[in-house]
């Protein structure tokens, strides 16, 4: 429950702040800052977006995990003796 309640916390917190960004750009009438600010959002969501990924597959969501992954709790070195005993 607590998880999902952050997430959702977080989620409204970046929506606000998205449209504090957008009303403000918009009272400058300029389009040259319109393009800006367009590209600097769709840099800062996608970033977010990527963190909340990797959020999910460190909470468990293993199939989120693309490619290869290692789990370093899982690994196990077993030493092998000499093949011959030293002189």
């Not at 959702?8 to 957008?22: A, G, P, R």
């Amino acid at each position: 429950f607590w998880k999902v309640a952050g997430g959702l916390l977080i989620l409204l917190i970046c929506c606000i702040n998205m449209y504090f960004v957008v009303a403000y750009v918009m009272s400058l009438h300029n389009l040259g800052l319109y393009i800006g600010a367009a590209v600097l959002s769709v840099i800062y969501l996608s970033f977010v977006a990527y963190l909340t990924w990797l959020c999910l597959i460190a909470l468990g969501a293993s199939f989120l995990a693309c490619g290869n992954t290692v789990s370093v709790t899982r690994t196990l070195h077993l030493e092998q003796p000499p093949s011959h005993p030293p002189k």
